[in-house]
C-alpha cells in the first residue's frame, strides 16, 4: 500500500479545522502536519493526492445498519457486500450490523450467523451489535463472554410483540448483567403492545392504508417507553443509548435523563430530520416506500432533533439502513399496512445529508464530523482507532467536496433497491475518494473496492463512560 500524502486540504475533526497535510503509511494515519513541514515527506510518497478545496474528514462511522436483515416475512434488499460497497460511495467506512438471536436460540448462534453472511464480502470495515430476543439465564452468561470478544452492545426492543419484543422484566434483567460486564444496552423504545391495540383497532375499521402507520405508532407511545427505558436503566445501574429517536416528547426524556447526569443517550437518523409524515400520504400505495419505525414524524418535531444535535441531547446520526423494495417488498403490505416491512434506504446518504445541516447554518462543520464519524465510534468502542485522523488511527479518510453539487435518485444510487427516499433531491457537497485502512476504494468518483476488504471489528466499551 506505501505511502500517501493527501495534500492541501482543510482538515477536519470533532475538535478542530485546520489546513494540513496527512500522511498515510501502509493502513494508518502516520501523522498530520502544516504543508510547510510536510513537503519533507512528498519526495517519499507512492502517491499524493491533491485535495486543495476539499475537505479531509475522518471516514464515516454507521452505528446502525440492517443488511440482509430478515423482518415480517421477507429479508432487507442490500447485503453485505451491496450495502457495504453503497456505504463506502456515501464515505462511510465503518458501519455496525445488529446480529440477531432467534427465538429458542442462543446469542452465539445469531453471532456465528451474522459472521457467516458478512465474512469476505464487505468493503468497509464492520462491527456487530446483537439483538437479544429471547432472555433467559443462560443467554445472559453468553454476553459476558460475547462483550470479551468484542460485541459490547445489544439491542432489545420495547415494540413488535411475538417477533423482537421482551418485556420490562426481561429488559430489567439483561440491564443488570450489562451493569455487570460493561455493555451498552441499545433501545427500541415504543409501546408495542399499546400499538398493537391501535393497529388491531385501525384494521377492524378497514383503515388499511400506509397513512396509518403513522397514526397508530403515537409519539405519545415513543415518549412513554423511553421514559421507562430510562426508569429501567435507573433501577439496573446500567447506561442506556435510545435508538432513532423521532419525537419530540422523547427527546424531552432524554434531557431530562442527561441534565440529571444520568448515563443516557439519543441517536436519530436522516429520515427523521429530513423527511416528514406527509410522505406516508402519498397518493396510491406510494406511502409504503417511507413506513419505518420509530415513523417519520409531523414536521414540527424536527426543530427538537436539530437542537439537541447542538445541546448534545443527541449524540449521533446513523441511518439505522433497512432496505426493501417497493416491489415486491412493501407491496407485501397491500391492504394492510401492518404488514408493511419496516425500514428505510439510507447508508450512502447520511454524510451528505449531514453536510446540508452545515451548508444550512444548522450545525458546525465539526459537529457534523463528531455526529457522522467520531461520536459513533467513541460511543461503540472504536475510538481512536476509528472516527479520529491522529497519528496510529486507521486510514479510514474522505476527501469531501463541499461546493460539488448533485441530485439523489435511485437511478445514481448503489444502495441495491428500487427507489430512493430522497428521489430529485438537490444536495450540496460529494464525496470524492476514501480511503479504508489506506487503500482508496473510491478514487476521484471511481469506485475500486472489493468484497473482503473490511474486516471485522472487535469493539471496546462505550467511550463516554471511561
Ligand atoms: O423500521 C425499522 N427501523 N426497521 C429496522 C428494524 C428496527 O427497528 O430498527
Ligand atoms: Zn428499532
Ligand atoms: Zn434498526
Redesign the pocket.
Known amino acids: 500500500m506505501g505511502r500517501t500524502l493527501i495534500s492541501g486540504g482543510l482538515v477536519i475533526t470533532a475538535t478542530e479545522e485546520v489546513e494540513a497535510d496527512v500522511l498515510v503509511v501502509d493502513e494508518k494515519i502516520a501523522a498530520v502536519a502544516t504543508p510547510e513541514l510536510a513537503e519533507q515527506w512528498r519526495p517519499g510518497a507512492d502517491r499524493v493526492i491533491d485535495a486543495r478545496g476539499r475537505y479531509v474528514i475522518p471516514g464515516g462511522v454507521d452505528g ?1 445498519t ?1 443488511m440482509q ?1 430478515p ?1 415480517g416475512g421477507t429479508y432487507a434488499s442490500d447485503t453485505f457486500e451491496t450495502g457495504t460497497r453503497a456505504a463506502a460511495w456515501g464515505g462511510t467506512t465503518t458501519i455496525i450490523d ?1 446480529a440477531i438471536q432467534s427465538i429458542g436460540h442462543s446469542l452465539r448462534e445469531g453471532l456465528d450467523s451474522w459472521h457467516a453472511q458478512a465474512d469476505g464480502q464487505c468493503a468497509v470495515d464492520y462491527g456487530f451489535h446483537l439483538v437479544l430476543s429471547d432472555v433467559h439465564e443462560s443467554a445472559l452468561k453468553e454476553l459476558d463472554a460475547l462483550v470479551g470478544e468484542g460485541i459490547t452492545s445489544f ?1 432489545m ?1 420495547m ?2 410483540p411475538g417477533v ?1 419484543y421482551s418485556d420490562d422484566g426481561k429488559i430489567l434483567r439483561a440491564m443488570q448483567q450489562a451493569a455487570g460486564n460493561g455493555a451498552l444496552t441499545m433501545m ?1 423504545a415504543e409501546n408495542g403492545i399499546a400499538i398493537d391495540v391501535l393497529v388491531q383497532q385501525a384494521l377492524a375499521e378497514g383503515r388499511t392504508d400506509p397513512r396509518q402507520h403513522g397514526k397508530v405508532r403515537h409519539p405519545l407511545l415513543e415518549a412513554e417507553a423511553t421514559h421507562r427505558a430510562i426508569q429501567l436503566a435507573r433501577v439496573a445501574e446500567a447506561p442506556l443509548y435510545v ?2 429517536v423521532s419525537a419530540s416528547e422523547s427527546v424531552a426524556e432524554l434531557t431530562q435523563a442527561r441534565d440529571a447526569g444520568l448515563p443516557v443517550f439519543g441517536e436519530t437518523c436522516p429520515q427523521y430530520l429530513f423527511l416528514d409524515v406527509t410522505e406516508l400520504d402519498r397518493p396510491g400505495f406510494e406511502g409504503a416506500k417511507f ?4 415513523p417519520l414524524r409531523p414536521a414540527e418535531h424536527q426543530e427538537s432533533l436539530w437542537r439537541a444535535l447542538r445541546t448534545d441531547d443527541l449524540s449521533v446520526v446513523a441511518t ?1 439502513h ?1 432496505p426493501f423494495c417497493f416491489t415486491p417488498q412493501k407491496e407485501l403490505g397491500l391492504g394492510d399496512f401492518s404488514k408493511i416491512p ?3 434506504p439510507g447508508v450512502e446518504h447520511r454524510v451528505d445529508l449531514l453536510h446540508q445541516a452545515v451548508v444550512a447554518g444548522r450545525i458546525t462543520r465539526r459537529r457534523w464530523v463528531e455526529l457522522a464519524s467520531t461520536a459513533p465510534a467513541r460511543m461503540f468502542g472504536l475510538h481512536p482507532r476509528k472516527g479520529s485522523l491522529s497519528a496510529g488511527s486507521d486510514a479510514d479518510v474522505v476527501i469531501y467536496d463541499p461546493a460539488a453539487e448533485q441530485v439523489l435518485s435511485a437511478e445514481t444510487h448503489h444502495m441495491n433497491v428500487d427507489y430512493s427516499v430522497y428521489e430529485g433531491r438537490r444536495i450540496t457537497g460529494r464525496v470524492d475518494t476514501v480511503l479504508s485502512r489506506g487503500e482508496a476504494i473510491l478514487d476521484e468518483g471511481e469506485y475500486r473496492g472489493r468484497a473482503g476488504h473490511g474486516q471485522f471489528l472487535p469493539r471496546g466499551t462505550c467511550g463516554y463512560l471511561t
Open positions: 446502525h440492517h436483515m423482518f445488529f439491542k426492543f415494540a413488535y423482537f427500541h435508538v432513532h413506513v419505518c419505525s420509530t439505522d433497512c419496516n425500514g428505510l
